[in-house]
């Protein structure tokens, strides 16, 4: 796709007419209630964000309302522990679909303690655990949080304190699962130090206009086009759209393949990045989820800008 066959698209129309069309489907999912901290969030709450790679930014609803972009870290942690240590994360995660909800534990065994892929939450341990291979325990966090300021070009992005001692005191399955791939080799450090990165850096927040620009570089082959720098090479963002398009939805990635034809990682937040190759990328937000963990209304929203637009690849 090129970004000049969209040139007589008019945005902003066509992200008020999903905001405006959205409305009666806001209240239909569950926000999670599993971290009590993001129990609180309105569920009627909604944003959406389109940044092309000419730095035009678009938006409709709450677009400046940072919220918790849960495992939509994942895409950010993945690149950054592949720019720390290269492919040899593969021999530790794989980029197979897994077909299981995002914190299953049924794999594991079978596979001697080797994460499908990096989006579900053992892997993302695993991609945690590298990142505080090359940098040391205490600097994880603040190395990932520097990564995203680089690429989103703005240092007002944090973890939220409460959310993060949230995740901790309620994240006994992260912890089952973490142990069980050290027993196996697959988790290297310290499982407390790991997880205080991993736990961190799920309660980032952005705002749906920080989020899209923060994912540029994803859409443009690995450069950040309004900085004018390279977060990353052509190869590896490739590949990272990839495994997003296959795994960035969990037990629903195909049904998000099928609906909007685009890379997308989703937050149990209800925060979804999607990815237009060559054209830029789109952030949604919407805190009711589907039985998956996925924003019901954001995936909703994302296929109606796909089908309206015409975002599909394919
Ligand atoms: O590991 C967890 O339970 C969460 N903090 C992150 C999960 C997440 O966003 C998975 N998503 N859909």
């Not at 709450?62 to 972009?69: H, K, L, M, V």
Request: charged share 20%; glycine share 10%; net charge negative.
């Amino acid at each position: 796709m090129r970004l000049d066959t969209f040139s007589h698209v008019d945005f902003q129309a066509e992200l008020d007419g999903v905001a405006d069309d959205i409305c009666p489907h806001l209240t239909k999912g569950k926000v999670a209630t599993y971290i009590p901290a993001l129990a609180s969030q309105r569920a009627d709450a909604f944003a959406i964000a389109l940044t092309t790679l000419r730095g035009e930014t678009f938006a409709a609803g709450e677009g400046d309302t940072p919220f918790s972009i849960q495992s939509v870290s994942k895409v950010f942690s993945l690149v950054l522990a592949l720019e720390m240590g290269g492919e040899d994360l593969w021999a530790r995660v794989g980029r197979e679909p897994s077909g299981s909800p995002f914190n299953s534990v049924v794999q594991l065994e079978k596979e001697e303690g080797r994460p499908r892929n990096p989006f579900i939450n053992a892997g993302a341990i695993v991609v945690a655990d590298t990142i505080i291979s090359h940098c040391g325990a205490s600097q994880g966090i603040d190395r990932l949080t520097d990564f995203i300021h680089t690429c989103a070009a703005s240092k007002s992005i944090a973890v939220n304190a409460e959310v993060a001692a949230s995740e901790a005191a309620y994240g006994d399955r992260n912890r089952a699962l973490a142990y069980f791939m050290k027993s196996f080799g697959i988790v290297q450090n310290d499982v407390p130090e790991v997880l205080d990165t991993y736990f961190r850096q799920c309660a980032l927040e952005m705002s749906v206009k920080q989020l899209a620009r923060a994912g540029l570089f994803l859409a443009g082959g690995g450069q950040d086009p309004c900085a004018g720098r390279r977060i990353t090479s052509h190869e590896r963002v490739d590949r990272v759209n990839s495994i997003m398009m296959l795994c960035g939805h969990y037990d629903r990635s195909g049904e998000f393949a099928f609906r909007v034809g685009l890379a997308g990682k989703s937050g149990v937040g209800g925060g979804i990045l999607a990815v237009i190759p060559d054209v830029g990328t789109v952030a949604v937000w919407s805190p009711g989820l589907n039985e998956a963990g996925n924003s019901l209304a954001g995936t909703l929203a994302l296929e109606m800008l796909s089908d309206r637009v015409g975002l599909n690849l394919f």
